[in-house]
């Protein structure tokens, strides 16, 4: 019998257990993904209330992070620094991230919602036509949706941009001013909008119908949609079914979103019954509509260089 060292033996177990075991690569399990999304008090809260996007991302090794934002171009700065991979967002502060250069993708748009937006003027005022509102002071915030919006609608009723008197507030700041009497007119959005009409009685002069669309966006990253679609798939079809939802049951629709945005129901109820609802996949088709936007923004001087929208469409847009 050949005798073996005690070194030597625990040197030939160290290879066999080493041959015998896998290999630390086929050990480690490939990292799991993340889809981290920021959210407004809206629609993707109501989702996260839900629970089922992170049921159906399960299966595919994602989980989910949410973190809550006050606005849209907030996110939009998470999303620039790699904060988050998701938001929503109006239509106006994507325009501003693309010509700030932020990676932004577009993702998912709502249905048109031209009603939700809208020119008021006090419940008293002697103003009754759009073409009154030549030269008198018009309370919005600068460069919204409603900022576009204005504009167009001065277009179709043969105005120009030089007949507007603007006076640039942030929401809470505009309404201070509309309740005053320091503006004659305040161009907003809902819940803002219906807040305004149900609690001052004010008139609306006109809503976006025929002037504009009004959609709500949902974005990301290029880096992330390049590497991610098929959870971006999944989420904007978890929010479809929630706007589904929504549209089948708009009283119980308005509770949560009253609870949400901290108004009374009546508030909630009149934004939910003149919304329009339904979410889909961004196209190029919808993406037109944001570069009229972005090029009228570019003419109006409000962002520093003209861009094309569609640079921020991830692959696949049809």
Do not use: C
Request: hydrophobic share 45%.
């Amino acid at each position: 019998m050949t005798l073996i060292s005690a070194p030597r033996r625990r040197l030939l177990q160290g290879v066999a257990a080493a041959i015998a075991l896998p290999s630390f690569g086929a050990l480690a399990q490939s990292p799991a993904r993340q889809f981290r999304i920021g959210h407004q008090k809206g629609y993707l809260t109501l989702l996260k209330g839900r629970g089922t996007l992170e049921k159906r991302l399960a299966p595919l090794g994602v989980s989910v992070k949410w973190t809550e934002f006050t606005a849209g171009p907030v996110q939009l700065e998470a999303l620039n620094v790699g904060s988050i991979d998701f938001g929503d967002v109006g239509e106006a502060p994507p325009i501003f991230a693309q010509a700030a250069g932020a990676p932004l993708a577009y993702v998912g748009a709502t249905v048109q919602r031209p009603q939700s937006e809208a020119v008021l003027v006090p419940k008293g005022s002697a103003i009754k036509t759009v073409t009154e509102l030549k030269g008198k002071k018009i309370a919005l915030n600068k460069g919204s949706n409603v900022h576009y919006f204005i504009v167009k609608l001065f277009e179709k009723h043969g105005l120009s941009y030089a007949d507007l008197n603007l006076v640039y507030l942030p929401p809470a700041d505009a309404r201070a001013a509309f309740e005053k009497g320091s503006v004659d007119a305040w161009v907003i959005w809902d819940p803002f909008l219906a807040a305004a009409e149900k609690s001052l009685e004010a008139r609306v002069l006109a809503d976006a119908t025929g002037v504009v669309g009004n959609r709500a966006y949902y974005f990301s990253s290029l880096d992330y949609v390049a590497k991610n679609a098929d959870v971006l798939a999944i989420a904007i079809e978890e929010l479809n079914k929630v706007d589904v939802w929504g549209a089948a049951n708009k009283g119980e629709l308005a509770g949560e979103l009253a609870t949400l945005w901290g108004l009374p129901k009546p508030v909630a109820e009149l934004s939910v019954n003149r919304s329009a609802y339904g979410t889909t996949p961004i196209t190029k088709g919808i993406l037109a509509e944001q570069q009229k936007i972005a090029d009228t923004f570019f003419e109006l001087k409000l962002i520093p260089k003209k861009i094309n929208v569609l640079e921020a469409a991830g692959a696949g847009v049809a």
